[in-house]
């Protein structure tokens, strides 16, 4: 080192005035005198070029102006993990030994506690967090073994570590270490990952968020962590995925995608990873999703323990991509929000429940349990919605004449096996409904629970055209009553003390003749 620069300063990490980069260059910059390094800025609005000084390139930048120079007096080049976690813990362990107890209007010392806090502070460190603390290296050889032995979860995001090997140095010496974030850092791939696999033995959660890796060099670093269950990769730089070998990655249970520019005709790639179960794709601008190994309403091989998918944010704007979530396995969770698909649907609602109708074995959607109720709702209204479809495609009512066309089938996988549970829809149900001026149609009506008499009454304006099944959907949220049954009738302000049962789904609310002001009695069992 040489005033204060390490003899490997290119592609170290420094920090100057608040911002973090990496050292590009070392050396002279004519016409000026005196050493520069060149700094490749993480955030590129603090730099002014891409390395190219009058004429002359000194040094490559991913962004056109996110590079400067600096002297290196100004350059901070960071400091050891001992170091940072003295400066960390040090004024809580110091506010501990100084701390005074009051009992009984006296106030006592706590002479002497300061030797059984030393004794003992090694132990209560299971959990540390340096975040931006500037660490880059571990320190003295085996010191940390003596100070932090027993980690378990470390933090380490927004440091000013560069290289595997340094981290590695940090964590063999904290064997239950299972938890690791190293989110905002800029680590290189290291030249031999395997040599260090010992370091990471008992690591199962580990974060890289925002760190600019590649999937080929997440790729090359994995067999660093043979046991790892979770990993979470966004805001990266992936975009091709490429199937790990089978000797990595076989333990991952929770892949984190989400926020990278995904090549979406590539996460096949991943779908033979045995045990993942949780897989987000939120914002990585996929428009579609296809199984090329199951027909329409089959199974697919791929993704064979996948419970819960996350594609919030996206493109998808076809329910063809929606049908073919349904030949997965074992999904039972889904999130797909903000998706054009979506908001091309006039009603949420009526988005929802396609989304429940199409994906037989869903339980919850966008973090919402789906009840028993609102499942059959969902598919008994989605028989009538694309029932004049069916029949249009050759189904019929008579199972020995019901062909529908292969398109149909392609476009709807599980609309035969839902008339075979509930029956075909009857042709009075299939008619479409009369277009209506909003605002004239609109009734006032007052929910009320008869048997809980500490619930308010709900007034709500609902069209006269809602069928019942979605006002139940919508009473379900309001009364916050899940896995019942709800049953429904009315009290019409024209006929006191008599009470008729709204006992069909399908039906809307003119159909009873349901009218302004009148009230609608909730019951459950």
């Not at 813990?89 to 506010?95: A, H, L």
């Not at 704007?317 to 396995?329: G, H």
């Not at 074992?330 to 999130?335: A, D, E, G, I, M």
Request: with cysteine; glycine share 6%.
């Amino acid at each position: 080192m040489d005033d204060g620069l390490p003899s490997d300063a290119v592609g170290s990490r420094v920090s100057c005035d608040g911002e973090r980069g990496t050292v590009r260059f070392v050396g002279t910059v004519p016409p000026t005198t005196g050493l520069w390094l060149g700094v490749e800025w993480d955030n590129p609005e603090r730099g002014k070029h891409d390395g190219t000084h009058e004429g002359i390139h000194y040094f490559t930048c991913r962004h056109p102006k996110g590079g400067s120079f600096i002297r290196l007096k100004k350059a901070s080049f960071g400091v050891d993990y001992l170091t940072a976690i003295r400066g960390r813990y040090k004024k809580e362990v110091q506010q501990i030994l100084n701390e005074e107890i009051t009992i009984s209007s006296k106030t006592v010392e706590m002479v002497g506690f300061e030797a059984v806090t030393e004794k003992q502070k090694e132990e209560f460190l299971t959990t540390v967090a340096l975040r931006m603390c500037e660490v880059s290296k571990p320190g003295a050889d085996n010191e940390i073994r003596k100070v932090t032995p027993h980690v378990v979860s470390l933090d380490l995001s927004g440091n000013l570590l560069s290289r595997w090997e340094d981290v590695a140095a940090i964590t063999e010496q904290m064997e239950p270490l299972r938890e690791l974030v190293l989110s905002h850092n800029r680590l290189r791939v290291p030249i031999k990952p395997m040599a260090l696999n010992q370091a990471f033995s008992s690591l199962k959660v580990l974060s890289l968020k925002k760190c600019t890796l590649t999937w080929p060099q997440l790729l090359e670093c994995v067999p660093m962590w043979p046991q790892l269950e979770e990993l979470y990769v966004s805001e990266n730089d992936i975009t091709k995925l490429e199937s790990p070998s089978q000797q990595v990655l076989e333990s991952l249970t929770i892949l984190d995608l989400s926020d990278n520019p995904l090549v979406e005709d590539s996460l096949l790639s991943i779908s033979q990873l045995p045990r993942l179960e949780n897989l987000n794709l939120s914002k990585t601008g996929l428009s579609t999703i296809w199984f090329n190994d199951a027909q329409p309403g089959f199974k697919t091989a791929m993704f064979p323990a996948l419970k819960m998918l996350a594609l919030n944010n996206n493109n998808i704007s076809d329910w063809l991509v929606v049908s073919e979530l349904e030949k997965l396995s074992s999904l039972v969770k889904l999130s797909c929000r903000n998706n054009p698909l979506l908001s091309r649907e006039n009603n949420p609602e009526t988005a929802t429940q396609l989304l429940i109708a199409r994906v037989g074995k869903l339980e919850v959607l966008n973090r919402s349990q789906i009840t028993l109720e609102e499942r059959r709702g969902a598919e008994l209204d989605y028989c009538k919605m694309f029932g004049l479809e069916w029949l249009a495609s050759g189904g019929h009512r008579d199972p020995q004449q019901n062909h529908p066309s292969t398109e149909f089938t392609a476009q709807h996988p599980r609309y035969l096996m839902l008339i075979q549970k509930y029956g075909a829809p009857e042709e009075g149900e299939l008619k479409k409904p009369e277009p209506f001026a909003l605002k004239n149609q609109l009734l006032s009506i007052t929910f009320l629970c008869p048997e809980d008499s500490d619930r308010k009454p709900i007034v709500k304006k609902l069209p006269d055209s809602m069928i019942i099944q979605k006002v139940k959907g919508l009473l379900y949220r309001l009364l916050k009553i899940p896995g019942v049954q709800l049953k429904l009738s009315y009290a019409s302000s024209k006929m006191e003390g008599t009470e008729i049962d709204i006992d069909n789904d399908l039906k809307p609310l003119q159909f009873y003749s349901i009218e302004d002001g009148d009230k609608v009695l909730v019951r459950w069992s």
